[in-house]
């Protein structure tokens, strides 16, 4: 019956994310969460604010769909939904931004599963004990290929986030291809995590990669785990070190800007405090400007992948003294939320990331 159900849905709806959460429920409902469903004009405020001061507006161009609203199978205004991870067949790379190269069998997913690497699974019943037992592998609705490096190495990921130049050939972001190469650690493994519940209702297992995608809108405190800070005293006072142990820049578009935060307390009464802020800013003819506008690189201080940034403060510490560093970000700062004619105020707010005493 559940089935037969199914097979109405495809027919009247086509294969869009929905039907993958009749069997998907968990997995459906993270990603309802993340900023991937969210990624369209109407659901993310900040691409809708940048797309009505882009120069493409008015030549109504919307290029954006290619890595913000896909249009694999069905209709456009899904986001980057289900089928525009699971059917990426490989990357063309270019220098403006790579291209996602896409599966036309329908019904073909590709997927990662150390234990099937070198299998594609049609469902099937298998039975044991001559014929005693019997029980389905696969799914009913699709083939799953896992013999697809670029799921194992994280390449899949590199079609839309590797980098995008604007008119003046300026790279606006840049994610480095070396965290995409490991299949130890990469954008899977640590945007990905493996969380509780099961992948599929139909084969229950334990554990799921996580698809809300740990990122600054969603659970940023979990990947908290990947930066270290550590105080240095010296003669003139004492340092901040901030280890960003990602292959990228801490935060990898231009709008974001990180903050450190510090404060001496000497019993309890806060007697010093100091913020710095890391960014990128573009500029054009040494302006600031929106990055699609820019043809230069005004300031760049963010934290770059592996880099360990030492912060001087010039306050010496006695002994009853204790140091509080805290790290966070803002997805749009204020001034550049009141450029862009951005109200929502959850947008502006500072976030926590990462807080030590020292
Ligand atoms: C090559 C793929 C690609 C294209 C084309 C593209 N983007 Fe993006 N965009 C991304 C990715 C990937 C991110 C997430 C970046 C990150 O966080 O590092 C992003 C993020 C953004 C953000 C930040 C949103 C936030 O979360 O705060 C804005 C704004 C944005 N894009 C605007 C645009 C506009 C406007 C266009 C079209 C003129 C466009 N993008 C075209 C891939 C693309
Ligand atoms: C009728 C139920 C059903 C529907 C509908 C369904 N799936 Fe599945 N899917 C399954 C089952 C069952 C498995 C596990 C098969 C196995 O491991 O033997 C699975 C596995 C997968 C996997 C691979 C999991 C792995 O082991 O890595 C992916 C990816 C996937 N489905 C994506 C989708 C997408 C995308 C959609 C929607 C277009 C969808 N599924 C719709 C039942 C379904
Ligand atoms: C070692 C773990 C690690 C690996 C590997 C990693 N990242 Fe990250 N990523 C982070 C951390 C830490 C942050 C910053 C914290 C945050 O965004 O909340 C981050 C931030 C991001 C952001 C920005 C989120 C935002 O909204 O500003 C994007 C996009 C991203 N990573 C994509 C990728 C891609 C694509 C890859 C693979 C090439 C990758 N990451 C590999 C840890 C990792
Ligand atoms: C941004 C890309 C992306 C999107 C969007 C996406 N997936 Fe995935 N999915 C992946 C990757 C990569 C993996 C492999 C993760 C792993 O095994 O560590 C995966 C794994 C899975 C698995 C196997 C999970 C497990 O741990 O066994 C299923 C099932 C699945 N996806 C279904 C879906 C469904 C359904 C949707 C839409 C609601 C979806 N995916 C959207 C990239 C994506
Ligand atoms: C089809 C294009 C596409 C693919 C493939 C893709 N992404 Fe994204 N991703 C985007 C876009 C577009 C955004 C920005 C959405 C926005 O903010 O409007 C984004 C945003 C993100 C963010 C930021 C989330 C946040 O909370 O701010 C993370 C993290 C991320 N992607 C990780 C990944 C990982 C890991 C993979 C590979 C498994 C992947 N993406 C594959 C297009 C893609």
């Not at 036309?104 to 150390?114: E, T």
């Not at 084969?203 to 550590?230: E, R, S, V």
């Not at 901030?242 to 450190?260: D, E, G, M, W, Y």
């Amino acid at each position: 019956m559940r089935y037969i159900l199914l097979f109405i849905t495809v027919i009247l709806f086509g294969a869009n994310s929905k039907l993958c959460k009749t069997c998907h429920p968990t997995i459906y409902s993270e990603y309802k969460e993340s900023m991937h469903f969210k990624s369209t004009l109407k659901r993310d405020a900040i691409h809708n604010a940048l797309w009505q001061k882009h120069p493409l507006k008015q030549k109504g161009e919307y290029k954006c769909a290619k890595c913000h609203n896909p249009k694999i199978e069905g209709k456009l205004d899904n986001g980057v939904d289900c089928l525009s991870c699971h059917k990426i067949k490989d990357i063309k790379e270019h220098t403006i931004a790579n291209t996602n190269i896409y599966e036309k069998k329908p019904r073909l997913f590709y997927s990662k599963d150390i234990t099937r690497r070198d299998k594609k699974i049609t469902y099937h019943k298998t039975s044991s004990f001559f014929g005693l037992f019997s029980s389905t592998v696969g799914s009913p609705y699709h083939d799953i290929d896992y013999r697809n490096k670029n799921y194992y190495t994280g390449r899949v990921c590199m079609g839309c986030h590797s980098h995008l130049k604007n008119s003046a050939s300026l790279a606006l972001c840049q994610i480095p291809n070396k965290g995409a190469q490991s299949e130890k650690q990469n954008c899977i493994t640590c945007h990905m995590p493996k969380v509780l519940g099961s992948a599929t209702t139909i084969k229950i297992t334990k554990t799921h990669a996580y698809h809300g995608f740990l990122g600054a809108f969603n659970k940023p405190q979990m990947l908290a785990k990947y930066i270290d800070l550590n105080i240095k005293k010296d003669a003139n006072g004492f340092s901040i070190l901030i280890k960003n142990n990602a292959p990228h820049p801490l935060f990898t578009q231009p709008l974001r800007v990180a903050k450190l935060k510090v404060i001496v307390l000497d019993k309890q009464k806060p007697i010093f405090t100091k913020e710095v802020k890391f960014f990128k800013l573009f500029g054009k003819d040494n302006k600031p400007t929106i990055p699609p506008l820019a043809n230069m690189v005004i300031k760049d201080n963010m934290i770059k992948e592996n880099e360990t940034k030492v912060v001087k403060f010039n306050h010496k510490l006695s002994d009853n003294q204790k140091v509080i560093a805290i790290l966070g970000y803002y997805k749009i700062t204020p001034k550049s939320a009141k450029k862009l004619d951005i109200k929502s105020k959850n947008l502006t707010s500072f976030v926590e990331l990462k807080r030590v005493e020292f």
